[in-house]
């Protein structure tokens, strides 16, 4: 199945979402990792739904250009 990635490839992703940085890396591995909810993540991180999901969509766009750099298919 395509859309199961590798364990390696799952090692390799982590590695460049620990090189995001950390606001960022927060809120994508608590939506992503810990699937919590924006207001989850906004009351863990003591800010508002809408920084989460800013810092959401900039984590998730510099993850694909570094996915991309890596030559990693998304």
Do not use: H, M
């Not at 990792?33 to 900039?58: H, P």
């Amino acid at each position: 199945d395509q859309s199961t990635i590798s364990s390696q490839q799952y090692r390799r992703i982590l590695t460049l979402i620990d090189q995001l940085p950390r606001k960022e890396r927060e809120a994508i591995l608590l939506s992503a990792v810990d699937e919590l909810t924006t207001a989850q993540a906004a009351e863990v991180l003591g800010t508002t739904e809408s920084s989460v999901r800013s810092r959401i969509f900039r984590a998730r766009r510099a993850l694909a250009e570094l996915l991309e750099k890596e030559g990693i298919d998304r």
